[in-house]
């Protein structure tokens, strides 16, 4: 009996010790914060810019299979979604960080492009599902009227497009939300890597990391539940 | 207009008053299966021409390829005067002038209805925001809805959606009006109220292209009735000649089914 009151007493104390050590010496959750903050800025910056892309490359390809137009934009769009969904998004961040903006001193700013470009690729095909769940009924009106393609696309079709993926740019978010967690390598200070920071002072690699695994799994829990909560109202908007 | 003066525009018929025709207009969307198979029709300004015949015999792709939502296969379209199947034409313009009213009404269900019907003069700088908006406004107190001026499309019935889909298509000016079955998306209780928009635009002398099923009405304002079968007009004449004297077997079986 004794024994178990023991263990028990013995969890306890390195429960408070470690999350004494881990978070309140020398404030240290302010680092665990401040990495969430970045974690949260460049997941959410590349999610943006992953949807102004990809909804530009869906356009054009959309444009492109309706009418036949943009061919040689169509090619560059082709190419680059190729060419991202075809490699490994740390290479590519490698790539940014160390040759195209070489020398940078704002590695969260090369985090965003490099996220954000990564995620267009796979943006556009979302976004291309969304528009062709459009019916072409809208596109036709919008020409009938003698609205150019582009302005129908972009004030016509897009909009409701966009309505339509919501839930599916949410989910985008919250998976770059996890996928930035390599982005220490850049320099920046991510909830990772700030865990890593600590367990750098305190040398007990437990306690952090399951910290932060419970941070980003609550974070996303959050965030999964404002999606689900999107999708209902955007289906009941739908049948009214 | 009476048979009389329809006969008499028929003969002294000059090219200004001719607003649409098409030459030998053919439309295939599979090799070897033509939808349209040599199309010659003219539609002078003023005047209502009701087209019917069987489902799949290609009056929507007809009245489709009249504003080239659909590129003809071959033939030509001309549209007071102008070929626009040729190359380098400005669609877009040659549209704008064209009004179509589509089975489905085709709102735009993210705008309110007042945006739905000023989006398109306001955006091709045809009219300011403010003439758009008075001029919304007089085409919907005509059509008694000017209190939905704000609402949404998802907020109305099916027949005042097609009734704004109508007054939309009219914010532009057009010279013509185009209709694909306009009622057939309808409950049998709102098809009255968009055939009596339409009516009123026949007394206004707005030249008009209607696909339907509605004989009712094509008696009442078609001046010229197309019976189109299996991609061609098989059959032509006033609603008179037509209904009472039907001269292919075809027709003549169709109106029996109808009737
Ligand atoms: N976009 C399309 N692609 C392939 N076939 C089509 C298309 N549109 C119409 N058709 C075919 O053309 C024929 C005529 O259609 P349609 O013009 O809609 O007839 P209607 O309006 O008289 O019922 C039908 O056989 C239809 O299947
Ligand atoms: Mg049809």
Known sequence: MNAIIDFFKGVGDYLATAFDKTFIREARYMMFLDGLKNTLIIALCATILGVAIGALIAMVKTVHKQSGKLKLLNAICEAYTTIIRGTPVVVQLLIMYFIVFANSTRPVLVGIIGFGINSGAYVAEIMRAGINAVDIGQTEAGRSLGLSHGVTMRSIVLPQAIKNVLPAIGNEFISLLKETSVIGFLGVIDLTKAAQRVISRTADPYFPYIAIALVYLGVVCILNYFVTKLEKRLAKSDRT | ?259
């Open chain 2, 1 to 259: 207009m009476t048979e009389l003066e329809t006969m008499q525009t028929n003969e002294t018929v000059a090219p200004s008053d001719v607003i649409i025709e098409t030459r030998d207009l053919h439309k295939s969307f599979v090799k070897g299966k033509m939808v349209l198979d040599g199309i010659d029709c003219t539609i002078r300004r003023g005047e209502q021409v009701v087209v019917i015949g069987p489902s799949g015999g290609g009056k929507s792709t007809f009245l489709r390829c009249l504003n080239m939502l659909e590129t003809p296969t071959s033939g030509q379209i001309l549209v007071n005067g102008e070929d626009i199947t040729a190359k380098g034409v400005d669609l877009d313009k040659v549209r704008a002038k064209m009004g179509m009213v589509f089975q489905h009404f085709n709102l735009f269900p993210h705008f309110t209805v007042l945006k739905n019907i000023t989006f398109a003069p306001v955006t091709l700088k045809l009219q300011t925001p403010e003439e758009a908006e008075e001029n919304a406004m007089r085409l919907l107190r005509r059509i008694g809805l000017e209190e939905k001026a704000e609402a949404y499309p998802s907020q109305l019935s099916g027949g005042q959606k097609q009734r704004i889909a109508i007054v939309r298509a009219l914010a532009m000016n057009p010279e013509i009006m185009l209709f694909d079955e306009p009622t057939s998306a309808l409950d049998p209780e709102m098809v009255g109220e968009v055939l009596d928009v339409m009516k009123e635009l026949a007394k206004d002398n707005m030249t008009m292209v209607v696909v339907t099923h509605e004989m009712g009405f094509a008696r009442e304002v078609a001046d010229r009735i197309l019976f189109i079968d299996q991609g061609h007009i098989l059959e032509q004449g006033t609603p008179e000649e037509f209904f009472n004297n039907p001269q292919q077997p075809r027709t003549k079986e169709f109106l029996a089914k109808v009737l």
